[in-house]
């Protein structure tokens, strides 16, 4: 009877340490703000004009990190017209500007054969646009400042069909970092030193020269979807590891070198994907089934699952800027549909690194404004014409009454001149 109580004493004295180790373990890796993070709701914020659009198919999304702009990335015009990135201003919810990015003249593909789904904005509010040239082998990169003037591109030739899915940027000491995912028949993890946005290169310290094979890295033959990058360089991919489905099926954590996994976990259509302080959130491309994550960016455990009501499109990008978590809608693509943009109902709240928000002062780089146009004269006269005209009206003028005086003292002189006489 005493062995029996012993054997049960040390059945349970086991149970209570293995439960302890792993409340402890979870404990460990819980997130500073897992309320606030498991209260958010998502609800539908702009749904864009599609005719004032003029395009659809809202695939590439992203948000300046104060919050303060948004950014939407369209597949198609419908009528022929170019593809373009659209700029809101997030308070007004108005459009309020568009980018079309300018093919460079090396390549030797139509200008309208260009979809610029990779969007992220750096801390000095620069915004790059990762543009697919379809049925090309180039990987084609633009750099836009804060008005939406280009300030650099880079362009590179893959050997093999090569298309952009995700970017993202990241401050890392002195330098800014982009990264990118490339896709078809390139599968590639890209690192990009864009601290000189006039003179883009690959980063020599990330995987191979600046490059990780993604296919060697992961096994997959599938395309990689959208990246993420924490403050200490942790990687984050969204990306098909299993055949079914059609755009993800887990998310991978990386090492900052990009040449180790680290964790991954299992979603069904990961595609869309942004870390902001402890968290990473992924969104899936479902349909009406579409989903957000709210991950635990430590181990990619699971904290929280959102959706939106009226939800029956796929979503895509997802990006956090100003305390709120923004969620891009791709819509029915095709013409009467640009697609919707969501996000959280109040501010979602997150303790985040000084370094995530760290304001970068954009130097040479910032291209000014040029002057506003002056107001034309009610006839229509061009004001400088005008300006020249009356200037010459004058100077006119002004000689004929040299003349005339000239003309009177010679008259005086003359008459004085024979009086003496």
């Known amino acids: 009877m005493t062995r029996k109580r012993s054997a049960i004493f040390a059945a349970v004295t086991a149970a209570v340490v293995l439960i302890s180790s792993l409340a402890g373990s979870l404990i460990c890796f819980a997130g500073q703000d897992d309320e606030n993070v498991k209260n958010?709701?998502?609800?539908?914020l702009i749904v864009p004009d599609p005719f004032a659009e003029d395009a659809y198919g809202l695939r590439g999304f992203t948000v300046s990190?104060?919050?303060?702009?948004?950014?939407l990335g369209y597949l198609h015009g419908?009528?022929?017209?170019?593809s373009h990135v659209s700029l809101y201003d997030a308070r007004t919810l108005r459009k309020t500007g568009e980018y079309i990015p300018v093919v460079d003249e090396n390549i030797p593909v139509d200008m309208y054969n260009y979809y610029p789904k990779g969007l992220a904005v750096d801390n000095r509010g620069f915004l790059f646009v990762g543009v697919t040239h379809a049925e090309t082998p180039y990987c084609s990169i633009y750099c836009v400042d804060n008005?939406?003037?280009?300030?650099?591109?880079?362009?590179?030739?893959l050997g093999e069909t090569t298309g952009i899915n995700g970017i993202a940027t990241q401050k890392m000491g002195?330098?800014?970092?982009?990264?990118?995912?490339?896709?078809?028949?390139?599968d590639t993890i890209r690192c990009y030193d864009v601290t000189d946005p006039t003179d883009m290169k690959l980063y020599e310290a990330f995987g191979d020269g600046g490059v990780v094979d993604y296919n060697e890295l992961t096994g997959s033959e599938r395309d990689p979807g959208y990246i993420a990058v924490d403050i200490d360089g942790n990687v984050y991919i969204t990306c098909m590891l299993k055949s079914s489905g059609s755009k993800?099926?887990?998310?991978?954590?990386?090492?900052?070198?990009?040449?180790?996994?680290?964790?991954?976990?299992?979603?069904?259509?990961?595609?869309?994907i942004c870390t902001a302080g402890d968290y990473l959130f992924v969104s899936t491309y479902d349909y009406d089934r579409s989903k957000i994550y709210a991950l635990n960016r430590s181990d990619l455990s699971e904290v929280a699952v959102y959706s939106e009501e009226n939800q029956s499109e796929p979503l895509t990008s997802i990006s956090y800027g100003g305390q709120f978590l923004y969620i891009a809608d791709q819509g029915e693509e095709n013409p009467t549909?640009?697609?919707?943009?969501?996000?959280?109902?109040n501010m979602l709240k997150l303790t985040r690194d000084a370094r995530e928000t760290e304001k970068v002062d954009p130097g040479k780089y910032e291209v000014p404004p040029t002057a506003e146009p002056t107001e034309e004269p009610e006839n229509g006269e061009n004001t400088s014409d005008t300006t020249h005209k009356r200037g010459n009206t004058l100077a006119i003028v002004l000689g004929i009454a040299g003349a005339v005086l000239a003309a009177a003292v010679v008259i005086v002189l003359v008459v004085r001149s024979k009086r003496k006489k």
């Open 40 to 44: 958010a709701q998502i609800e539908e």
């Open 65 to 71: 990190p104060d919050g303060e702009r948004l950014f």
């Open 78 to 82: 419908p009528y022929g017209d170019a």
């Open 147 to 157: 008005y939406l003037r280009e300030i650099g591109h880079i362009v590179e030739d």
């Open 174 to 186: 002195d330098r800014i970092l982009l990264y990118v995912l490339t896709c078809y028949n390139a």
């Open 248 to 272: 993800g099926s887990h998310v991978l954590k990386l090492s900052p070198d990009g040449k180790e996994i680290v964790a991954r976990v299992a979603i069904s259509e990961a595609y869309g």
């Open 337 to 345: 549909d640009a697609g919707r943009v969501l996000r959280t109902k």
